[in-house]
């Protein structure tokens, strides 16, 4: 958690939030990967024997993978704390970039405290 203290204005709250929700998002996003193999073992055995099947594997693939497929869409439309506009994506020819440091419309630098 962020501490958020009483002397913040509420801009910078605000970036805050919007940097912890992209942080939380990018980890997950490395972290649900890397964790598949031993979830579908672990909980789609727990949950074949409960349904008495196999399927249970495969209920568990599919939510993990649709969870990973969810965390990347959240990082990929990530809006700018300060413009609101797409952080990764450039409405021109340059497209997407994910790996930016910066927002591809206002330049705002990632994880700044506050607008510049």
Same mark, same amino acid.
């Given at each position: 958690? /962020?501490?958020?203290?009483?002397?913040?204005? /509420?801009?910078? @709250?605000?970036?805050?939030?919007?940097?912890?929700?992209? %942080?939380?998002?990018?980890?997950?996003?490395?972290?649900?990967?890397? /964790? =598949? &193999?031993?979830? @579908?073992?672990?909980?789609?055995?727990?949950?074949? @024997?409960?349904?008495?099947?196999? &399927?249970?594997? !495969?209920? @568990?693939?599919? &939510?993990? &993978?649709?969870?990973? =497929?969810?965390?990347?869409?959240? =990082? !990929?439309? *990530? +809006?700018?704390? %300060?413009? !609101?506009?797409? *952080? *990764?994506?450039?409405? !021109?020819?340059?497209? +997407?970039?994910?790996?930016?440091?910066?927002?591809?419309?206002?330049?705002?630098?990632? *994880?700044?405290?506050?607008?510049?």
């Amino acid at each position: 958690m /962020t501490d958020i203290s009483p002397n913040l204005s /509420t801009e910078q @709250i605000r970036y805050r939030q919007a940097w912890n929700k992209l %942080r939380w998002s990018v980890w997950l996003s490395w972290l649900l990967p890397v /964790t =598949v &193999i031993p979830a @579908i073992l672990l909980f789609g055995w727990l949950l074949s @024997i409960a349904l008495h099947g196999i &399927i249970g594997y !495969g209920i @568990i693939a599919v &939510i993990w &993978i649709a969870g990973w =497929v969810m965390c990347n869409m959240e =990082v !990929g439309s *990530f +809006r700018c704390p %300060r413009c !609101g506009g797409m *952080f *990764f994506v450039d409405s !021109g020819s340059s497209g +997407r970039n994910p790996a930016s440091g910066v927002c591809m419309h206002c330049g705002l630098r990632k *994880f700044a405290e506050a607008a510049n």
